[in-house]
Nanobody, 115 residues
Framework: QVQLVESGGGLVQAGGSLRLSCAAS????????MGWYRQAPGKQRELVAT???????HYAASVKGRFTISRDSVNNTVSLQMNSLKPEDTAVYYC?????????YGQGTQVTVSS
């Protein structure tokens, strides 16, 4: 089991940047997949980015080239650097961990991008 706590959300103007962080309660070195989901009001949850233990990363087409996920197994954190933000990026962002069993999620952090 792992607890996840997100931070770094807020209000930013379109074109701006934010960096989200997710702190895990235990070592993430052996956790297969860490990543970020987001959910906007009235929309389905969307997988934004993932980071595998082997080093591979994956991004949703909507954020590719603008967002970067990074995984720090020393400090047990996962970050999401978000650049060139757009109003459509407005959502609650959730950190998650998946390791061949139940998925774990944080409480979420709100990101609001104003036009």
């Amino acid at each position: 089991q792992v607890q996840l706590v997100e931070s770094g959300g807020g209000l930013v103007q379109a074109g701006g940047s934010l960096r989200l962080s997710c702190a895990a309660s235990r070592s993430i070195f052996f956790i297969n997949t860490m990543g970020w989901y987001r959910q906007a009001p009235g929309k389905q949850r969307e997988l934004v980015a993932t980071s595998r233990a082997g080093g591979s990363t994956h991004y949703a087409a909507s954020v590719k080239g603008r967002f970067t996920i990074s995984r720090d197994s020393v400090n047990n954190t996962v970050s999401l650097q978000m650049n060139s933000l757009k109003p459509e990026d407005t959502a609650v962002y959730y950190c998650y961990a998946s390791n061949y069993g139940p998925d774990y999620y944080g409480q979420g952090t709100q990101v609001t991008v104003s036009s």
